[in-house]
């Protein structure tokens, strides 16, 4: 199937069929055509502020499901412990090499003061580049940070 025919077609159904093309064992023609309709979606000729593209980027990852359903789906699977706050480049943040597991692990400010971190070995550093906070993300830091 082309992609311009997908294009076409009811942005939800076409979801839920790649999605379920997808979860198939031999998933290669979900694969195409999903790479055949991003090709198509995200066109880099067509303007950037092309809500169509976006209402396909949001139903795709969605699979079909209504896009808010899935960020509250989503929220659901969040733990409660995770700050996950976002910062741009020039913010203070700390890196406790005493309870992070990975050299990248950074913490905001707010959650380093709220951790105990006396005695630790930290720092303190402004992000060059921009990060997020790993409070409570047990892949980069022991449970006690
Ligand atoms: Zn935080
Ligand atoms: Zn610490």
């Known amino acids: 199937m082309m992609a311009a025919s ?3 077609r009811d942005k939800k159904g076409t979801a839920a069929h790649l999605k379920a093309d997808l979860n198939r064992i031999d998933n290669s023609s979900g694969v195409r055509q999903l790479q055949e309709l991003l090709d198509a979606v995200l066109n880099p000729e067509k303007p950037a502020a092309d809500s169509e593209a976006l209402d396909w980027c949001k ?3 969605a699979g ?14 969040d733990n409660a412990t995770l700050c996950g706050l976002v910062w ?10 005493t309870c992070g597991i990975s050299p990248c692990m950074s913490l905001c400010a707010e959650c380093f003061n ?3 971190h006396t005695g ?9 580049a921009g990060g997020a906070c790993d ?3 047990s892949n980069v830091m022991r449970e006690s940070g």
Not at 120 to 128: A, K, L, P
């Open 120 to 128: 630790h070995d930290f720092n303190m550093f402004r992000s060059q």
């Open 59 to 61: 139903c795709l990852i």
């Open 6 to 8: 997908l294009l076409r």
């Open 64 to 77: 079909g499901d209504g896009f808010e359903e899935f960020c509250i789906t989503v929220r659901s699977y």
């Open 114 to 116: 709220n951790g105990d």
């Open 88 to 97: 741009t480049a020039n913010f203070v943040a700390y890196r406790c090499r």
């Open 135 to 137: 409070c409570g993300d």
